[in-house]
């Protein structure tokens, strides 16, 4: 028995000592990033607690609300774990208001949306543009539909209008991750922009197309060629619903062909190209338009509603949809996540509403709502306030549930560490776990806000302090 009670005592000394060394060790790393000149006017912070018990073991800053960037997906994650499920499916449906007679539907075409991020998007084989399109086209034909007499309606109604959150900047927007989320998304809604820089610096560089066809906007060509192996400096300026567009900045040199990729500014007007192609292509008549829902509440008239469903066409699980949130960390699939949360608990979409939900599902976990001022889902917005206290007390809990395996995967394996980063205009921030070499568990939030220079280098200094903890 004493044998047993002196190695449990030396154990316990020893994990004691292990943790003094880490907090001394951690708080010298943190007085060196201090005299750094890279941080004279930049705000630290940094908890890490041991993952196993939850004790604090180094604390810098940790109720101090800072701007947190793509960190902000794992309070999105996490919390669509629980309030959606892991198994959680968008189901697109197609139906009709009228009669099949004589292989012609006498009436409207109505596809109902779910707000399904990943329809048509080319990261899975099942979501792919090509399968969706066998999809339909096997439903019309199994319903003897050769001719639409009528319209084909896309039903957006349960959703709100504005895809982008308002804490959004206005440089974001039209970019690829600046892609707002809809009822109705497609191709991740967004498109690449082909290009064709000149030989030399200076040059006027030429828009050959995009991919898929824009309809309806104009894009005013400001681009110029940049020096060879400068890389993408170029931004387009589209606002959603936006007609004309600028694009702007630089593209290298030496390249004969060039891609950026941009933000659909309206997904629904690309999704109606695609689908009227598609029945063109296979020989089904159709006589009236593509209409949007919204049109209807602009026009002041009843949203026809479909009598008759015919076909339902599912998303992937949540989980397989988290997983490339985290991994590409795909603004789209955080907002659709904080609009269809609002959606399955209120029966409307909306931002505002979602993010409400949100907060007060964390608020009753030990997360004061003070604590965690969410803008978005997705950390796009420079608006968002979070402390590195929150999302510590995110990822314990993630810990605890029965998803965890899936959101721990979904998080990205950099410099040897499971952490979602973030980073956008003045911000670099982690959040994660790791694993000592002494057998350690730490879970820790790492942001730092307003540094000078290069974001690469703040980098470096902040994956050099995580090393500490290995």
Not at 63 to 71: N, Q, R, V
Request: hydrophobic share 40%; glycine share 10%.
């Amino acid at each position: 028995m004493m044998r047993y009670i002196l190695a449990t005592a030396c154990c316990f000394v020893c994990f004691v000592s292990i943790a003094q060394n880490i907090e001394a060790k951690l708080s010298a790393a943190i007085k060196k990033m201090e005299t750094d000149d890279q941080f004279t006017h930049a705000i630290i912070s940094l908890f890490v607690v041991d993952g196993n018990t939850g004790k604090t073991v180094f604390a810098k800053n940790t109720e101090m609300g800072l701007a947190t960037a793509s960190c902000l997906k794992v309070v999105t994650s996490a919390a669509a774990f629980d309030l959606l499920g892991n198994n959680y499916k968008y189901k697109t449906s197609i139906g009709y208001d009228g009669k099949v007679m004589n292989d012609t539907l006498h009436g409207n075409l109505i596809i109902t949306a779910s707000g399904d991020p990943t329809l048509g998007s080319w990261r899975w084989e099942d979501t792919k543009e090509n399968i969706f399109s066998k999809w339909i086209i096997s439903i019309l034909n199994q319903n003897n539909i050769k001719t639409i007499n009528g319209d084909i309606i896309i039903d957006e109604s349960k959703w709100e209008t504005q895809a982008t959150p308002g804490g959004w900047v206005w440089e974001d927007i039209g970019n690829y991750y600046g892609a707002g989320a809809r009822g109705l998304n497609w191709h991740e809604n967004q498109y690449d922009l082909l290009l064709k820089p000149g030989k030399n610096p200076g040059d006027p560089v030429e828009i050959t197309g995009t991919e898929p066809l824009l309809q309806a906007q104009v894009l005013v060509n400001e681009l110029k060629t940049g020096k060879a192996g400068s890389g993408d400096n170029s931004i387009i300026y589209l606002p959603e619903d936006g007609l004309i567009g600028y694009v702007r900045g630089t593209v290298p040199a030496g390249n004969s062909s060039f891609k950026v990729s941009g933000a659909m500014p309206n997904a629904g007007i690309a999704f109606s190209y695609f689908l009227e192609e598609l029945l063109k292509q296979n020989n089904i008549g159709f006589t009236g338009k593509t209409k949007s829902s919204t049109l209807f509440f602009i026009d002041k008239k009843t949203l026809p509603v479909a009598t008759k469903t015919i076909g339902s066409f599912s998303s992937l699980p949540l989980d397989s949809i988290n997983y490339w949130f985290l991994q590409k960390s795909i603004n789209l699939y955080g907002e659709a996540f904080v609009k269809t949360i609002s959606f399955e608990k209120t029966g409307f979409g909306a931002t505002d509403t979602g993010l409400n939900i949100i907060t007060d599902f964390w608020s009753k976990r030990g997360i004061e709502k003070s604590a965690l001022k969410m803008r978005d889902g997705s950390g796009l917005s420079p608006a968002n306030r979070v402390t590195t206290k929150a999302l510590v007390t995110v990822m314990q809990y993630a810990k605890k549930q029965n998803w965890f395996a899936s959101f721990y995967k979904a998080l990205p394996l950099q410099n040897g560490i499971r952490m979602k980063s973030g980073f956008i205009g003045g911000v670099r921030s982690y959040t994660g776990y790791i694993k000592s070499k002494a057998g350690k568990d730490y879970t820790f939030s790492f942001i730092i806000n307003n540094y000078d220079g290069s974001a690469a280098s703040v980098r470096e200094k902040m994956w050099k302090l995580l090393d500490t903890m290995k």
